[in-house]
């Protein structure tokens, strides 16, 4: 393999299309979103609630031809894979209709496209340059796949983390809120009871003896 088609070869992953975003959803409001995407292209939609009410949203994906292909409901969390069958929009929806008050924070990730990068071997030339190459393309896709790892992890560290810093905030508002109510209820009390016992103490004595004769 020439070095120029394995400069090609190395720049095909980069191809690979990824969308994230991170958006809020309101209480009975439904938001989609629409890709064009050619036939035979393999496609991943991972979505996660990230806060508002019981961390759960209803997801469903459409093709062109209005076929469902993907439908979930009251998930916190899901992936799905498929590969498309036809040319055109695809569109998929996050719905939060059934909520009455609490709004969401959703997250997803569209990846379309795979990675076309061949695994070490699979092409092979002649001679010492040869494997000196074969042996760059292995460091080459080894260091490739580690970053690909590496950066799967951070999504799911920081959403983890924006998960578990929602969770922290909205217990430390219920404990503040419960903290100030007894606060309050203890003052009110105490007043109350000083009140009550100034009554009690304020009440006027009978006077005691009566007039004397002379």
Not at 124 to 141: C, I, K, P
Request: contains cysteine.
């Amino acid at each position: 393999m020439s070095p120029l088609r394995w400069i090609v070869s190395l720049l095909v992953p980069l191809l690979v299309l990824s969308i994230e975003m991170t958006f809020e959803l309101q209480e009975h409001e439904v938001q989609c979103f629409h890709e064009i995407l050619p036939k035979g292209k393999k496609i991943t939609l991972e979505y996660q609630v990230i806060s508002g009410g019981h961390f759960d949203i209803d997801c469903h994906m459409v093709s062109p031809n209005t076929d469902s292909l993907y439908k979930q409901q009251r998930k916190q969390y899901d992936t799905f894979h498929h590969t498309t069958t036809e040319e055109g929009e695809y569109t998929f929806c996050f719905s939060n209709e059934f909520s009455t008050f609490a709004h969401k924070t959703v997250y997803f990730d569209l990846e379309t496209g795979e990675d076309d990068m061949l695994p070490p071997g699979e092409e092979t030339g002649d001679g010492a340059h040869a494997t000196a190459l074969t042996q760059l393309e292995s460091s080459a896709y080894a260091i490739h796949e580690a970053l690909r790892l590496v950066v799967d992890y951070q999504n799911h560290h920081r959403l983890k983390e924006r998960i578990g810093r929602e969770i922290a905030e909205y217990l430390c508002e219920r404990v503040q809120n419960w903290s100030i109510g007894q606060t309050v209820l203890i003052i009110f009390v105490a007043f109350g009871q000083v009140f009550m016992l100034r009554k009690l103490f304020d009440k006027p004595t009978a006077r005691m003896g009566g007039k004397v004769g002379i």
